[in-house]
């Protein structure tokens, strides 16, 4: 049929290689579908428009296919204008879209006659149903207003509903209707055949593919939205054509269609952004480009809601500030930049969805990146509110590691926002998990970067000051599988001093509950005992600033109790080593040692030194510095003269020579101001001079101490006194009244002096040293052992020798060296 309506000349040149007579075809085509669009004969213009597409567009032949595509566009033109020139004349034109795709609908139903009725100035029509029966309605007059036509169409709605299939519509409505539904059938036929030569595999057919398409947009205009989809498919694929012809034909093309969208109203955003999302991944620069280009466009249309759908194309923003386009970059900074200020403006706003988009977008390797995202967080954290609180946890894990980043505009960003969530009050039955930003801070000490970890230390910190039921609830979990304890004792091992301090102020904060306590301590030994390392070069740090936060007192009560049990004996002794040079050094000390020297007339002194001696016994110098500062000189001088001579080491001496240099700091001031009084305190003396019997002669400690005894003036001397001292037993005390400790008058017979028993202080002692006597002489005897069965192995033809007996294993404790973790002065 279409052969008889179009002449074979016309088919002819519609296929030749030349484009001029491709166009004079194309012309030809347009004239007679014109006419039949015209004459009403749709049956030969589906004809004719079903032989250029199956005859030409899907033809093998390149210039059939070019032929067929600019005669689909002529095609177009021909119906189209036939078309309006109906639409201008109809008295209805201006009907809502909702009913013409309805009537379009219930024109396609099956099973209705229509009956076109014209009679007194009224114009209507009567559809009859598959029932056979109909109804008559006079809805409206000629000339009625838009507004009167949709009021009259919804009382014919009402009808429908009432009788089902029998329909009654105004006649010019259903004759606009008709148009448009065989317009739209129309273009069914036309457009697909050219959406599928934008994949053609000749570029010149590509070329008027883009042409031909251009041509049928530009007359159908509105009536193209129903392909938008497709058509922005090819156009994606098309920005990227490596024929730099076909691009520049698909951006003219672009451009119209971006047009036709901006002033159409049937254009449907929730189709067209699953698309759009699924074309955003796409790395191509010419693609990126254009997708750029239409979420701008789209933006600016003001009936679009594109920021209602941002959290669905956002991160494809954010992944193409990293493009090696700068113009790419540019232009997603700018559709950012807008989107941001619109967020600002506008009072509903997704910020959850974007702000999981964000977190990840933090931790860009792209600098770039890095910097828009935390600036958007810093504004979502100003603008969001409750709908970020359960988001916190996320954001923060964002936040710590910015807070470190090389570039300084990140780092000033990120601490800004850093401060904003942490000045924001929210509570767990808001959504505020506790739990998971403790967990985010925990992870962050281990960081490489010292500002980040001291800030995951603040929020520790801050988290225990205002939730503090609910972060030592998750502690007691965490303690329980040695989690968050085992980070923060491996954070004090931190180069940083400052981060060291925070750690401390954590633990002190978490140890304000007894039970935490007791575990911070056990664990802080627990950690000098396996890490020697962390008690030399932190220990007086550490201990320092607990005994500020916690309590002097009660911090080296719970140590005492700790180490007095403690079963390996030489690390016991390093730890009572140090904590007795803390005690003798430390301003932050001061009060526990004013404590201590009132141990003879104070209860809770002498609670105290009692308490310690127990620990102190590990180390016999720790005993002696103990009692000089308790002032017990009686007792001191009596555990000097007690010492044997596997206690008189080199270790021991190093020890005395320490002591020997603290007696001339400010600590020891009262000591040396009493010897101004040495008939009063003759044991005080009797001690210095039993110090200065065990140290060799040509140290420097020797002539330290021998200068200030010289010092000491002898008019104040008590001949009897000096004699009382002289005698073997000072524990065998003469009747009548008496001093049992220097300075102090006692009239109470035996060993016990203000409650303590020093006595069994003695005995206490004397059984540690004799533990720590056994302890070297079984390691001696194990090295030996080792050693001999060496020297067995590598000579065998050498006699056995005896090994070395206890006594002779004396000489090589006083050359032994240093032991580990020791502080020095």
């Not at 004079?24 to 004969?41: F, P, Y």
């Not at 699953?274 to 990126?288: Q, S």
């Not at 010092?711 to 001292?725: L, M």
Request: contains cysteine.
């Amino acid at each position: 049929m279409a052969d008889a309506v179009i002449p074979t000349g016309v088919l002819r040149n519609l296929a030749d290689k030349l484009y001029e007579k491709r166009k004079n075809a194309a012309l030809e085509v347009e004239g007679i579908v014109k006419q039949l669009a015209m004459a009403g004969d749709h049956e030969k213009i589906s004809a004719v428009i079903n032989l250029l597409t199956h005859e030409f567009t899907y033809s093998p032949q390149a210039n059939h296919r070019k032929g067929g595509l600019i005669g689909l566009a002529a095609a177009t033109v021909g119906l189209t204008s036939e078309a309006a020139q109906h639409l201008e004349s109809g008295e209805w034109c201006g009907v809502s879209v909702e009913w013409r795709r309805a009537v379009m609908h219930l024109w396609s139903g099956e099973g209705c006659n229509v009956r076109l009725w014209s009679g007194e100035g009224r114009g209507v029509v009567f559809l009859r149903g598959a029932e056979g029966k109909g109804v008559w309605t006079r809805l409206v007059k000629p000339n009625t207003s838009k507004i009167a036509v949709n009021e009259a169409l919804v009382h014919l709605n009402n009808i429908c509903i009432k009788f089902s299939r029998l329909l009654v519509f105004p006649l010019s409505l259903l004759i606009y209707c008709f148009l448009i539904f065989n317009s739209d059938a129309t273009l069914q036929q036309i457009v697909p055949p050219v959406l599928n030569s934008f994949s053609d595999q000749d570029s010149r057919v590509r070329y008027y593919a883009c042409e031909a398409l251009y041509n049928i947009a530009k007359v159908v205009r509105g009536d193209f939205i129903i392909f938008f989809n497709q058509i922005f498919d090819a156009l994606c694929k098309l920005s990227a054509d490596s024929d730099a012809n076909v691009q520049s034909a698909a951006h003219l093309l672009d451009r119209l269609v971006k047009d036709i969208v901006t002033e159409s109203d049937q254009f449907s955003i929730e189709e067209f952004i699953p698309l759009l999302r699924e074309r955003m991944n796409v790395l191509n620069p010419y693609v990126r480009q254009f997708l750029v280009g239409w979420i701008t466009v789209l933006d600016s249309v003001p009936d679009i809601d594109m920021l209602g759908f941002l959290p669905d194309f956002l991160d494809g923003l954010f992944n193409m500030l990293s493009d090696s386009s700068h113009e790419i970059r540019q232009q997603a900074d700018s559709a950012l930049s807008e989107f941001l200020q619109e967020i600002k403006n506008s009072p509903s706003v997704d910020y959850g969805r974007m702000a999981e988009i964000l977190v990840q977008r933090a931790a860009s390797p792209d600098e770039f990146t890095r910097l828009t995202a935390i600036t958007w967080i810093n504004e979502f954290v100003k603008l969001g509110g409750d709908q970020l609180v359960p988001y916190y946890a996320d954001i923060l894990g964002a936040i710590l590691p910015c807070i470190s980043d090389k570039e300084e505009k990140i780092r000033v960003v990120a601490r800004e926002t850093n401060e904003e969530l942490r000045a924001i009050q929210a509570e767990p039955a808001e959504g505020f998990d506790v739990g998971a930003i403790l967990s985010i801070a925990r992870r962050q000490l281990s960081s490489e970067w010292e500002a980040t970890r001291i800030e995951a230390l603040h929020w520790i910190s801050t988290l225990l000051n205002r939730h503090r039921a609910e972060v030592t609830a998750h502690l007691s979990v965490l303690i329980y599988l040695n989690e968050i304890f085992d980070t923060l004792l491996k954070a004090l091992s931190d180069p940083s001093d400052e981060v060291v301090l925070l750690v401390i102020e954590v633990h002190a904060c978490i140890a304000k509950d007894p039970q935490h306590f007791r575990q911070l301590v056990v664990f802080l030994v627990h950690n000098f005992r396996i890490d020697n390392s962390l008690l030399e070069k932190r220990g007086a740090l550490i201990i320092r600033r607990l005994c500020v936060l916690l309590d002097a007192k009660r911090v080296y009560l719970e140590l005492s109790t700790i180490l007095e049990g403690e079963s390996d004996l030489d690390f016991a002794c390093i730890m009572v080593q140090a904590l007795n040079l803390i005690l003798l050094t430390s301003s932050e000390l001061s009060e526990l040692r004013d404590l201590l020297k009132q141990s003879l007339v104070n209860p809770a002194g002498k609670e105290l030194f009692v308490s310690l001696y127990a620990s102190w016994c590990h180390s016999p110098m720790a005993i002696i510095s103990l009692c000089l500062l308790a002032q017990t000189y009686q007792h001191v001088s009596t555990v000097i003269q007690s010492l044997v001579e596997e206690d008189i080491n080199v270790k021991f001496l190093v020890q005395l020579d320490k002591l020997i240099r603290l007696l001339e700091t400010p600590t020891f001031a009262y000591l040396r101001l009493q010897l101004l009084e040495p008939g009063r305190y003759t044991w005080l003396l009797k001690a210095l001079y039993g110090l200065l019997m065990l140290l060799p002669q040509q140290s420097a400690a020797f002539k330290i101490l021998r200068t200030r005894l010289k010092t000491i003036p002898s008019y104040s001397f008590n001949g009897e006194q000096f004699k009382r001292t002289s005698s073997g037993n000072p524990y065998s005390l003469p009747t009548g009244s008496q001093f049992s400790e220097d300075g102090d008058l006692n009239s109470d017979m035996g060993t016990s002096h203000s409650g303590i028993n020093f006595n069994s202080r003695l005995q206490q002692f004397e059984q540690m040293q004799h533990q720590h006597r056994m302890h070297v002489k079984a390691q001696v005897q194990l090295r030996n052992s080792s050693t001999s069965v060496s020297k067995e192995v590598q000579r065998p033809q050498e006699p056995h020798q005896l090994s070395p007996s206890s006594d002779g294993s004396r000489p090589s404790s006083r050359s032994s060296k240093k032991g580990p973790g020791q502080l020095q002065l």
